[in-house]
């Protein structure tokens, strides 16, 4: 250990040992990080949760055994997090709260699932929404580093494109579809057939205008209760069998900016409104080529993720002492 190093580590072995003469807790140091340590506090902590897991769950005749490699594999986890936490401050890299709750929220969205719903999922992994901050934080570190240090020297090969992409051709082979606007008029409850009239004399009327001239993106806008309404109705690429039976039906049998007749479903009225159509088939490599590029470069990138991890604990001072 460096001798600049030596007073601070002191330091910090003094408080832990007041800090835990204080509470009436015996803490021990567990591993040393350079000029940092791991309590045995903090240890048991982390480990809590894993080890309810193996008591409640592990039936087999070598409980004490896993437990202590289990634990182990923890601290050594730990030390890790701390390696990459003090290269971290070292190269500048910082990860604010607001991003990593940005983060957080956005994996939310996209599992459809509110902040409530996903502390409680949390909870019955027997986590909470801290512990996953502070995972969440540190892959953002991660991701940081491996950008800066190690995606980097990745270099992948027109070669290794091309042998991807006759090796998972069955991947790209793209289904038929089409890029549609709609506007709905659904079916409110409790809707009786004089209702039902009412809304036909409706959509019928909006038709007529668009056929007139008057811009389908507008009258979406104006009157569609359906999704994407205030992009103009505008629900992208649909492929075929994934919409209502009578609506895929009409969809696929329009030709280019053709607007259908009026199409009655169970949820209500549609008009449609064909944008593009692509045909089924493989598709090129020039279209797929970037997300070859990435699927290549993350299997690279775990490699030369361990090489480069090896080399920062072979630079640093590590001491376990389990």
């Known amino acids: 250990m460096k001798a600049h190093h030596i007073v601070p580590l002191l330091m910090i072995c003094l408080f832990a040992s007041?800090?835990?003469?204080?509470?009436?807790?015996?803490?021990?140091?567990?591993?040393?990080?350079?000029?940092?340590?791991?309590?045995?506090?903090?240890?048991?902590?982390?480990?809590?949760?894993?080890?309810?897991?193996?008591?409640?769950?592990?039936k087999g005749p070598n409980k004490e055994r896993l437990l202590q490699e289990t634990r182990l594999d923890m601290l050594?986890?730990?030390?890790d997090k701390l390696l990459l936490e003090q290269e971290a401050k070292k190269t500048g890299i910082v990860v604010k709260d607001e991003e990593v709750m940005d983060t957080i929220r956005d994996i939310a969205r996209r599992q459809n699932v509110s902040m409530d719903a996903l502390k409680q999922a949390l909870a019955k992994e027997g986590t909470t929404l801290e512990a996953?901050?502070?995972?969440?934080?540190?892959?953002?570190?991660?991701?940081?580093?491996?950008?800066?240090?190690v995606r980097s020297k990745i270099a992948i090969s027109e070669e290794e494109i091309g042998a991807y992409y006759l090796k998972h051709r069955e991947e790209?082979?793209?289904?038929?579809?089409?890029?549609?606007k709609q506007i709905l008029l659904p079916y409110s409850g409790g809707l009786d057939e004089e209702g039902k009239k009412k809304l036909r004399e409706q959509a019928e009327t909006i038709r007529?205008?668009?056929?007139?001239?008057?811009?389908?993106?507008?009258?979406?806008a104006t009157y569609s209760q359906?999704?994407?309404?205030?992009?103009?109705?505008?629900?992208?690429?649909?492929?075929?069998?994934?919409?209502l039976p009578e609506v895929d039906r009409v969809a696929f049998s329009l030709k280019q900016d053709e607007v259908s007749e009026l199409i009655e479903s169970s949820l209500g009225l549609h008009l449609l409104k064909l944008v593009d159509k692509r045909g089924?088939?493989?598709?090129?490599?020039?279209?797929?080529?970037?997300?070859i590029v990435d699927r290549l470069e993350e299997g690279k990138l775990e490699v030369k993720y361990e090489d480069w991890m090896e080399g920062l604990r072979k630079r640093s001072h590590i001491e376990i002492r389990l």
């Open 18 to 58: 007041s800090a835990a003469a204080a509470t009436g807790v015996v803490e021990r140091i567990v591993a040393v990080v350079n000029d940092e340590i791991i309590t045995s506090y903090e240890l048991d902590n982390a480990f809590e949760p894993m080890e309810k897991r193996i008591e409640a769950t592990y």
């Open 76 to 79: 050594k986890k730990m030390v």
């Open 132 to 149: 996953y901050r502070n995972e969440i934080r540190e892959q953002m570190v991660r991701m940081r580093i491996l950008r800066r240090d």
């Open 172 to 180: 790209y082979e793209g289904k038929e579809a089409v890029r549609i």
């Open 208 to 220: 007529q205008r668009i056929m007139a001239g008057e811009p389908f993106d507008l009258m979406a």
């Open 226 to 243: 359906g999704p994407a309404a205030a992009q103009g109705g505008d629900l992208g690429f649909i492929e075929k069998g994934l919409m």
């Open 280 to 291: 089924a088939g493989v598709k090129p490599i020039e279209a797929v080529r970037q997300e």
